[in-house]
């Protein structure tokens, strides 16, 4: 998909950032997480087309939206995350309500739904999860029976409870998943239907602006052609269909979350001195809570990005690239918080300064769309087959890449993720001898370190290319330095924490630690505090305090 | 070189504008007679464009132009009128920037062995020579007219244009006001001349005139030269330059130049003039002590003690940006690159953190007493007094202390 | 109503820093925008196509990236755009872009109106709305407030010393804009920003416009930059640390020492 050229993008999200600017300053914010308060008239506003129309960017462009791809959605979900995530959450799920429609509709059900979504700016819901189905929406258990009139089926009567429904209690339009006698279907239920009702806005630990509610459905009706597709039984699959992007979507909300946190801790160490000079200065405080989650954030950048545009360059599904930079991203964004909070100290521990709410706000996304730890078994059970299927030869085949890669461009740490990743290939051929995947702990981390080394892959890919996304604010000396940082982390990490998850379960064999390339690992951590040195001098010539 | 071109249809309305009397029509064409000096006004008013002049290129003789001069600007005295409000009067003074700019001219002029010249234009303006010539002029050029009783850009321009066409003047230098800046980017443009704006400093260099100013938001200077082209022109921003002690015996010598002026080259009518300065408030651009306040003072409250202290001082309160930007002040208030530049002989910075943005504005005065909390507060580099505490247990001790002496 | 308006993008010079050790200004991370005053320029163009009709062409001088500022005032509702673009411009001061501009506001047909910001924020000059005025051989009025047009005449508050006048002039008429303090300057919708995609937006080169190849870039420009170096800081003073009211009285003392108060 085509998509928007950057000026246009620069010039969305800048007018986005100037209406944050001026109406939804941090004192109101703060407010309103105090309240647990929706913002309607923010939304209101957001969606009002001669103010942002914000949502038209998630609408394809014949039903009257502005045909966003997806590396624009995973754009906007960035600059939405550096405001609020309550806000960016009702947002994202306008689109996620409406993305049964997109994926599943009949062209009629699309040009009526989306058209009227697009120009009426009708908030959605995506009404899935229920008290006893959460990822595993097999349990689910609200029921959708036939109405028939003359032998023929005129409608649906829906019954059963929503938990946990983004935008429940305010949306106008839900998407609600119950089994029908044909299987899991989707229906579109307005919220004036009758017997249709939402319960109180939940006191969530953050994202308090965003409305989340249980939806109750006793024995409402529904036309036929509110069933999407027109067909049931394909609820499930139309589910899973979209977890590729709209996984993108939330680690672009932990990476916005996670970058505005740091920003202000940034911003902050140059201003706060102590002892003689202002703690940006100091190597010890710099290393530790600010070098390190930049760099994490902006490999979780390259690996989304990359996802990104192979999605828009038609590669379908790609649901454990949607699962790695997921889990990459949103557990960075929470680190990066947490990191935050303690590099502003006693005022980061103060609701005068916005890090401890971003903290409560980027936990959310650890969470939803998936936890992190359906992250990682969603991982390894993707990379389990691949590994399988090839023989070995997937993770070889990509180090090889690696190889190349740092032939042409030995400054972006190509050599390190090379290492990451065979070590990688001997821990999974370990784990297959032995039959480690019977252990559900073995199986969860090596999902977890499958990340790391396919992320460090992509941070040096992206670091090696001659320009540079829009999105990163550095340097080639800069972006390569981090590249390199995290790669030698991947390699090392590979090599120990695979060796740990082996001797743990069973023997180490003879030759394994030489074949998994420690010492070259070990050789490769030369330089690494110099490059960390230069990234915290440039992390502050970009973000300079105010 | 002035040509009229085959465009012309001889529609005379070029005849009456030419300050010199230079042009008449015959035979349905404008014909350019000798006393033409290339000041361009005709060029103005020609609808068909029919007027090219081209002229010589400054480089084949750049020796030809010789002496400094300083454009005289004046400015109506001002009187307590209804509500507060000042009004205009029909006096008129010398703005001290003109003091500053012959001040600092002479030294160039000096330094170079030329004359400093200052272009007085208004009407009744007259009995201003002596005072041009106590802060060392050596020469006014002196244009008087009813017409130019207020300033006016096109007939200032076509004027001093005419006279620099004339006189051949090396360097030019205006104040960076209201009017200098109207006025010399349009002569600029019409000569071909280099003009840098906003001069904070003035020197000349291998025979050159080096003019220093800064840029990005006062973040870095830039000392600009104009090699090729003549007249040297820089505008020169008011409170920056030191003026000198007047010599009342020193005289000059008066060139009254009389172009013909008409009123109708003034394309750009005034209807009415609105002074919103309010009575009593005083300014900060001509205090002598400035007490200004910043982000540390935090409300419009806690304001009160800076005012309490300006009066005690007999002073003017002046404000940081952040200030403004909270509301606690007006603009008018403002110090600071993008407020207005000030040379008290004391500034006392209470809670400013000291951005570069505001330092260039006030750097320059006599002595600076800074007080804030923050031992490593950039104003503590330009003060000479750097006092670390909380202003609001600091000032409410010393206004006490300044009531306690006045008793 | 024909107007021309015309703009620069600059970089935001309130996230400009200077490396203390070498200098130079930090550039790294700095966004380029559209010249505050420009932007403003920009709203009352769109303000008097409103009541008045007709049509606004917004005009830049700048490198290839400079798109992006008249992608900006297309999306607020500029109808058509230029970029002059070309390295010949390269070194241009105020004198020589003022000509370009001219040159090019001479190609792009009759107008009514030319509006200018009053300075951009990075050189803080003032110079080229007036420079283009002279150029175009038509009146001007600088650091104005706002613009009521009737018929063919303009009436224009402008600031002076102390206040503001009213004055008026007959079209055409260049006027510079300056900002109102705090004022909340318009930003396009999404949909706006996509819909200006199909909008005119021309690039010139100086062969384009015709301009004098003497008259553009560094030959053009009588001005030439000499040096460029970090402000100067003054020599550390003295620092006085104490209570409250020893602070204060060491304050007395320095007034007194400096003859600010009688001893």
């Known amino acids: 998909m085509p998509g928007l050229d950057a000026i246009s993008r620069g010039l969305m999200f800048d007018s986005l950032k100037q209406y944050a600017k001026r109406r939804i300053p941090y004192d109101l914010l703060r407010e309103l997480d105090r309240k647990n308060e929706f913002p309607a008239d923010i939304l209101k506003e957001m969606y009002d087309t001669d103010i942002l129309g914000i949502h038209l960017l998630l609408i394809p462009s014949e039903y009257g939206g502005l045909g966003g791809n997806t590396f624009d959605i995973t754009r906007v979900c960035e600059a939405l995350a550096h405001i609020d995530l309550g806000i960016a959450t009702s947002v994202f799920a306008t689109f996620l309500g409406s993305d049964p429609i997109r994926v599943g509709g009949t062209e009629e059900q699309k040009r009526h739904w989306m058209g009227r979504i697009a120009k009426e700016a009708l908030l959605v819901a995506y009404g899935a999860t229920e008290p006893d189905a959460g990822s595993d929406l097999v349990a689910l258990t609200t029921r959708a029976t036939h109405v028939v009139k003359n032998g023929k089926i005129v409608g649906y009567r829906i019954t059963g409870n929503k938990q946990w429904i983004s935008n429940g209690g305010v949306a106008d339009v839900i998407t609600i998943l119950a089994a029908a006698p044909g299987g899991p279907s989707w229906f579109l239920v307005e919220k004036t239907a009758e017997g249709f009702s939402a319960n109180h806005h939940e006191d969530k630990y953050g994202i308090r602006l965003s409305n989340t509610a249980g939806l109750a459905l006793d024995d409402v009706y529904v036309p036929a052609d509110h069933l999407i597709g027109g067909v049931e039984g394909q609820g499930l699959l139309q589910a899973q269909a979209v977890f590729g992007y709209t996984r993108l979507m939330v680690a672009a909300f932990g990476l916005g979350a996670g970058w505005e946190a740091l920003e202000t801790a940034i911003r902050y160490s140059q201003q706060r001195i102590q002892a003689g000079g202002p703690l940006s200065k100091k190597q010890g405080y710099m290393l530790k809570l600010i070098v390190p989650n930049a760099v994490k954030l902006e490999a979780a950048r390259a690996y989304i990005e990359e996802t990104a545009h192979r999605l828009d360059g038609d590669e379908h599904g790609l649901q454990t690239e949607g699962a790695i930079a997921k889990l990459s991203a949103t557990e960075a964004g929470n680190k990066t918080a947490e990191d935050a909070i303690q590099a502003l100290g006693g005022y980061g521990y103060t609701k005068d300064f916005p890090v401890e709410k971003i903290k409560r706000d980027v936990k959310i996304t650890c969470i939803y769309e998936g936890t992190s730890e359906i992250m990682e078994m969603t991982i390894q059970r993707g990379r389990w087959q691949e590994h399988l299927k090839s023989r070995g030869q997937y993770y070889e085949g990509q180090a090889a890449e690696m190889d190349r890669l740092q032939a042409e461009c030995p400054s972006v740490g190509a050599g390190s993720a090379a290492l990451a990743l065979r070590a990688l290939n001997q821990v999974l051929e370990q784990v297959r001898l032995q039959r480690l995947t019977r252990h559900q702990h073995v199986s969860m981390r090596l999902g977890e370190l499958i990340a790391q080394a396919e992320t460090a892959a992509a941070f040096a890919r992206a670091a090696a290319q001659p320009h540079y996304s829009e999105s990163v604010r550095f340097d080639a000396e800069a972006w390569q330095a981090m590249s390199r940082v995290y790669a030698r982390e991947a390699a090392l990490d590979l090599c120990l924490k695979g060796t740990k998850l082996i001797l743990g379960a069973g023997p180490l064999p003879e030759g394994f630690v030489q074949a998994l390339g420690l010492d070259a690992a070990l050789a490769a951590q030369a330089g690494s505090l110099e490059d960390q040195d230069l990234i915290a001098r440039k992390l502050t010539e970009v973000f300079k305090s105010r | 070189m002035i040509e009229i071109t085959s465009k012309c249809t001889g529609c005379s309305r070029c005849v009456p504008v030419c300050p010199f009397g230079a042009i008449h029509v015959a035979d349905k064409k404008a014909v350019v007679g000798e006393a033409c000096t290339l000041c361009g006004a005709c060029v103005q008013v020609c609808a068909l464009e029919a007027i090219e002049i081209s002229r010589p290129e400054a480089s084949a003789d750049l020796s030809a132009w010789k002496g400094l001069w300083v454009f005289v600007e004046t400015a109506p005295v001002l009187k307590p009128g209804k509500g507060g409000h000042l009004e205009i009067t029909d006096a008129k003074t010398l703005k001290p920037v003109t003091h500053e700019l012959l001040s600092a001219g002479r030294k160039l002029a000096d330094e170079l062995g030329q004359e400093l010249c200052a272009v007085l234009v208004g009407d009744q303006v007259e009995g201003f020579v002596d005072e041009l010539a106590s802060y060392g002029a050596d020469k006014v050029y002196l244009v008087q007219d009813e017409a130019l009783k207020d300033y006016n850009t096109d007939l200032y321009a076509m004027v001093v244009i005419g006279l620099i066409a004339k006189h051949k003047p090396n360097i030019v230098l205006y104040p960076a006001t209201y009017v200098g800046r109207d006025l010399a980017p349009r002569i600029a443009a019409e000569i071909h001349a280099g003009l840098t704006a906003d001069c904070t400093g003035l020197s000349i260099k291998d025979g050159l005139l080096l003019q220093t100013r800064p840029a990005f938001g006062g973040n870095i200077m830039a000392d600009i030269l104009c090699p090729n082209m003549r007249p040297q022109m820089a505008t020169v921003r008011p409170n920056v330059l030191r003026k000198d002690e007047p010599q009342p015996l020193k005289k000059a010598a008066l060139v009254r130049e009389t172009p013909k002026i008409d009123k109708n080259v003034a394309r750009v009518k005034t209807l009415e003039k609105r002074i919103t300065a309010v009575h009593g408030e005083k300014k900060i651009d001509q205090a002598n002590v400035i007490v200004s306040g910043g982000r540390g003072v935090k409300t419009k409250d806690k304001f009160k003690v800076l005012e309490e202290l300006a009066d005690l001082l007999g002073g003017a309160v002046g404000a940081s940006r952040a200030a403004v930007d909270m509301g606690l002040k007006p603009k008018t208030q403002q110090v600071g690159q993008s407020g207005t530049t000030v040379m008290p002989r004391l500034y006392l910075a209470c809670g400013i953190s000291g951005a570069i943005q505001h330092i260039v504005g006030m750097r320059a005065s006599d002595v600076i007493v800074a007080i804030n909390k923050d031992p490593n507060a950039p104003i503590f580099s330009v003060a000479k007094y750097a006092i670390v505490g909380d202003l609001h247990d600091i000032l409410p001790r010393l206004a006490a202390g300044l009531k306690e002496k006045k008793k | ?263």
């Not at chain 3, 007709?54 to 001088?61: A, K, S």
């Not at chain 3, 102390?162 to 303090?181: F, N, Q, R």
């Not at chain 3, 020893?246 to 600010?260: G, P, T, V």
């Open chain 3, 1 to 263: 109503m024909r107007t021309v308006v015309c703009v620069k993008q600059v970089p935001d010079t309130t996230e400009v820093k200077v490396d203390p050790q070498t200098g130079t200004l930090i550039r790294a991370g700095v966004p380029s925008i559209l010249n505050p005053y420009d932007h403003f320029a920009v709203e009352w163009a769109l303000k008097l196509k409103a009541r008045h009709g007709g049509e606004v062409t917004v005009l830049t001088m700048g490198p290839p990236q400079a798109k992006a500022v008249l992608q900006l005032a297309l999306a607020l509702g500029c109808d058509r755009a230029m970029l002059l673009s070309d390295r010949a411009f390269a070194g241009s001061d105020t004198w020589a872009t003022s000509y370009a501009l001219a040159r090019a506001v001479k190609k792009i047909g009759k107008f009514d109106l030319i509006l200018c910001g009053q300075q951009a924020i990075d050189g803080d000059t003032a110079q080229v709305g007036p420079g283009v005025a002279q150029s175009l051989h038509i009146p001007q009025i600088t650091f104005c407030d706002s613009i009521e047009v009737e018929g063919r005449k303009a009436k224009v508050q402008r600031h002076i010393d102390d206040g503001y006048e009213i004055v008026e002039a007959k079209l055409p008429v260049l006027c510079t804009m300056s900002l109102p303090h705090a004022h909340p300057l318009p930003w396009p919708s999404f949909p706006k920003v996509a819909q200006a995609r199909s909008k005119v937006l021309e690039v010139w080169t100086a062969a384009d416009i015709g301009a004098e190849p003497e008259k553009i870039g560094l030959k053009g420009s009588p001005t030439q930059v000499h040096k460029v170096y970090p402000p100067p800081l003054r020599a550390k003073g003295t620092v006085f640390t104490g209570s409250a009211s020893e602070m204060a009285s060491k304050l007395l003392d320095i007034l007194r020492q400096e003859n600010f108060i009688k001893p």
